[in-house]
């Protein structure tokens, strides 16, 4: 927290506005729209609810398949199932980690000739950086499949200069507590579409017609975000700019005091954007590091300090492993390899030098 929370939480209280709406949720919705450059946004629960909005939006219907990027976290894909749809996993490119455009085109390509061609495609900009929209945009509108942008682990990064969350029909974010900015948990849906935003907050609260008692005639949701946890939003999204620099700054220490190691490589930044590094991310090779991934992570746990596996892939989860795939071997070899380094805004150097000591100690060159 940054320490102007309690003022605008307080503020709620006072107003006696302690409901899933309320004064707060508004000025979050509008001062978010107006940070990302985005017509209209909705706050609601959490980034889960935003993507299932935002399939049932598009009208994704039991059956139709939906592209997803592959190397992400299972919340990308969850709604999929939730609607009974198929997903279709594609692997990520080397120079992000992010969906592969090219893959995506080709099936695209191939799916037009089967004449199946997916209803959507969930577009996630993993770790704090954005995926390549000039040509994931140019290939999804040539063969008209609306984008969700799943922007939860990225609000604060651009692409050629613009804000993430706003290059799909509709765009999600995220607010749980591990993510840049919090309100302990919560999220958002924008769009430049105001009608799809307008639906989206019928639907997320209950999906009651107007009338003057309870009349529904579509399924509705308890998803809309709590006015006290709106007012926690707005004060940390006026600390998101220092966040962002806390976390680039984690990662040049990172960098200066690993930077050298062989064997150990940074996550990619893309040149086409500037990533807010909400993690740092590496790359261990044990040949020439001198050990593995999870020496590293074990080590670092001796000592108390949480290191995580990048993610598995979905394609390789369980739950998702019947689904089609198009690669999936860079996703698989930066899940063998990768590694997320403790990135927390508030980590201070004597802690970061202590991990970076750590890992240093790992390396048969140090
Ligand atoms: C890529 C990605 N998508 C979606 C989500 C889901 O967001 P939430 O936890 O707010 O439901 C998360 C994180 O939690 C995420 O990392």
Not at 53 to 69: D, M, P, Q
Not at 75 to 90: G, M
Not at 117 to 144: F, M
């Amino acid at each position: 927290m940054s320490g102007k929370e309690l003022t605008l939480v307080k503020d709620a209280f006072e107003s006696n506005w302690i409901a899933p709406l309320g004064p707060h949720v508004d000025a979050f919705e509008e001062e978010m729209a107006q940070y990302l450059g985005v017509g209209h946004a909705a706050a609601l629960s959490s980034g889960t609810a935003a993507l299932h909005l935002a399939l049932r939006l598009i009208g994704v219907e039991a059956g139709a398949e939906v592209i997803c990027s592959s190397l992400t976290f299972s919340a990308s894909a969850n709604p999929i199932l939730y609607e009974k749809a198929r997903p279709v996993f594609i692997d990520a490119e080397r120079s992000s980690w992010n969906i592969d455009p090219e893959l995506l085109r080709c099936e695209l390509r191939d799916a037009a000739k089967r004449g199946t061609l997916p209803r959507a495609a969930i577009i996630v900009d993993l770790y704090g950086q954005s995926a390549d929209y000039n040509r994931l945009v140019e290939t999804c509108a040539e063969y008209d499949v609306p984008i969700i942008e799943d922007a939860a682990e990225a609000l604060g990064a651009t692409y050629q200069g613009r804000q993430v969350g706003g290059f799909g029909r509709l765009g999600v974010l995220s607010f749980n507590g591990n993510k840049i900015i919090t309100t302990s948990g919560g999220g958002m849906l924008v769009s430049d579409d105001r009608s799809l935003i307008e639906q989206a907050r019928f639907l997320a609260t209950q999906a009651r017609d107007p009338a003057p008692h309870y009349e529904h005639s579509s399924v509705g949701y308890n998803y809309r975000m709590s006015n006290v946890l709106a007012a926690i939003g707005r004060a940390q999204l006026r600390v998101l700019p220092e966040r962002i620099d806390a976390r680039r700054r984690i990662f040049s220490l990172y960098r200066e005091g690993l930077g050298e190691l062989p064997g150990l490589t940074f996550m990619p930044e893309a040149t086409y954007g500037r990533a807010t590094r909400w993690l740092t991310c590496v790359t261990i090779d044990q040949r020439d590091f001198g050990a593995s991934r999870d020496d590293i992570r074990l080590a670092l746990a001796a000592a108390n300090i949480e290191a995580r596996p990048v993610w598995k892939p979905l394609h390789l989860q369980p739950i998702f492993s019947q689904y089609r795939t198009c690669g999936g071997s860079v996703a698989e070899d930066i899940f063998a390899h990768g590694l997320c380094l403790p990135s927390g805004s508030s980590l201070t150097d004597a802690d970061l030098d202590r991990i970076v000591e750590i890992v240093r100690s790992m390396s048969v060159h140090n």
